[in-house]
């Protein structure tokens, strides 16, 4: 059985989207995503006001900042959260905030759901628009339906290849020769005692279980042939490691 109700919501120009919902699931606590830059944060009047009606309504929040504008660190904000929220069931509200969020808010729903973790993200169709606010007015008020989204599992990465993808980061270029210690140094692949040929298998295991996934998931480019070549990891994979390691 999980404990609690806890949702995630961004904070855009919005009040009713965010806490109506809320208290129509029964909500026992919610995370607010906001810009951690103020300088660049005019939504700050809206959150605000959605921490007074959450406080009147009794609704435990953290205020959780982070760049709004930026899906990698937004990613690494839901993971974040995700993992620490893990024993509970978790709703993403991805109808506030900016359209990054809302996508960032899919994605991390897809991306980090496991078997035993219930994520489930949902759009707030509101009762009316205001199609021209006015300085301090929300976008939109009321809650007229809330929708369930569907919530398809996507593949991420091994730990493993992570790992050794962060190894390969902070080498910048590394030889298999040096690889092929590292990831033995910290257990990412093994060579059994009794192999014919010790040095074949070692550079078999690594191939075999981390430069080809690597390659697959184009995370890597290995330059060069032989002896010589060297790996480095490519924008991909640099882009990945900012929300996964």
Known sequence: MFS???HIAPVGFEVDRIVLPLIRLKADKIWLITEKNPEVDSAKPYLDKVKDELDKHKIQYVVEKCGIRDMFDILKTYRRIIEEEHKHQIFINVST??????????????MFKKD??????YYV??????????????????????????????EKPDERLIHTLVIISEKGKISKKELIQDCINENLISVKSDARNPEVAKYSA???NLINPLLSWRFIEVMGVGRRSRIK???EGQNVLKFLA
């Open 206 to 208: 690594l191939n075999k």
């Open 125 to 154: 169709e509101p009762e009316d628009y205001n199609v021209k606010p006015t300085q301090g007015q929300p976008l939109s008020v009321g809650c007229k339906e809330i929708f369930p989204l569907p919530d398809y599992k996507i």
């Open 116 to 121: 035993q973790r219930h994520i489930s993200p």
């Open 4 to 6: 609690l109700r806890v």
């Open 233 to 235: 990891i490519t924008e």
């Open 97 to 110: 905030g900016t359209k990054i969020e809302a996508i960032a808010g899919m994605m991390a729903c897809m």
